[in-house]
């Protein structure tokens, strides 16, 4: 996998407990970072596609088996 030089901004004290993690973990900051992003988006992904399957679903609509109109009546269907 080709690799993208990304710049990130975090505060001081936070690269600081990261990198010594990191270290702790026998890994490079960037190794470290990367892996938790990575995680977290393998994490999110089921998710996001059960939402592009549900928003298909929408557009298609439901098929209600009415299609060739409806052989009830609202009468019929409360008759006592």
Do not use: C
Request: glycine residues 4%; hydrophobic residues 40%.
């Amino acid at each position: 996998m080709a690799l993208k030089d990304v710049t990130v901004s975090l505060p001081e004290e936070l690269v600081r407990a990261a990198r010594q993690i990191a270290i702790d973990r026998g890994l490079s900051l960037s190794a470290y970072l990367a892996r938790l992003i990575e995680e977290n988006v393998l994490r999110q992904r089921p998710a996001s596609e059960a939402r592009d399957r549900i928003r298909q679903r929408i557009h298609e609509g439901i098929d209600f088996g009415i299609r060739d109109g409806v052989t009830w009546t609202r009468e019929s269907l409360h008759r006592r």
